[in-house]
């Protein structure tokens, strides 16, 4: 049973997931993460929900330790969460710099798009997907066609040396609305620690993902 949710960011994304889980699970703690001065002026959040106001990255640095960990992470704000959050925790004993990615990495993915910060975004998808898509397992909702892989699946079978590559899976917890379990996120710090590589990390579900290269 889902008892426990942060959202990070009360931007257009997050009020539309907090008001989507609100829904699906009406009895639940869940908390909002964002940088705004004052509570969101929002129905979404009028209704019992804990608003912290805050840099979601910070939050998560501090909050998500030991046994204090929610059901669910749902990021909603424009940067690499899971990226970030990894690169903060490496760093408290390691030095970590961020890399280009490799050239041929694009060729490899499907519909890609060069980020702002050096992130590079892939989607199964041609078009524009409908922003309550249940991602059905085994088609796609749009075309009805059959979904020939599931993008998480190649983007974990990708070998560009001399990276090492780690993969968040993102899950939906109801239409529209993906996120991950905390012991995904850890998981993925704790592989990460082995390597001394440079790493490929991205956080995908089955149709859309990022990814991003540190060392």
């Known amino acids: ?20 889980i609100k829904q699906m699970y009406p009895v639940l ?25 805050g840099d979601g990255i910070d939050f998560l640095d501090k909050a998500l330790v030991g046994t204090n960990r929610p059901d669910w992470i749902i990021p909603a704000i424009p940067v690499h969460v899971a990226c970030e959050w990894i690169k903060r925790r490496l760093s408290l004993t390691r030095v970590v710099r961020d890399m280009n990615l490799p050239e041929r990495l694009a060729d490899l993915l499907p519909n890609t798009l060069q980020g702002k910060h050096g992130e590079l975004y892939s989607s199964v998808a041609d078009f524009y997907c409908p922003d309550d898509c249940n991602e059905p397992y085994g088609f796609c909702t749009i075309t009805k066609e059959k979904r020939a892989y599931r993008l998480y699946d190649m983007l974990s079978s990708i070998q560009l040396e001399p990276y090492k590559t780690v993969v968040v899976k993102s899950r939906q917890i109801c239409a529209g609305v993906g996120g991950y379990r905390p012991a995904d996120l850890i998981g993925a710090l704790e592989d990460i620690r082995r390597y001394a590589a440079p790493i490929l990390l991205s956080t995908s579900c089955k149709c859309h993902a990022v990814v991003s290269a540190f060392q």
């Open 29 to 53: 703690n869940l908390t909002v993460i964002d940088q705004k001065r004052e509570n969101p002026d929002s129905a979404a959040l009028a209704r019992g929900v804990v608003y912290v106001r």
């Open 1 to 20: 049973m889902i008892k426990n949710i942060w959202v990070l960011g009360a931007g257009k994304f997050g009020l539309k997931a907090v008001e989507r």
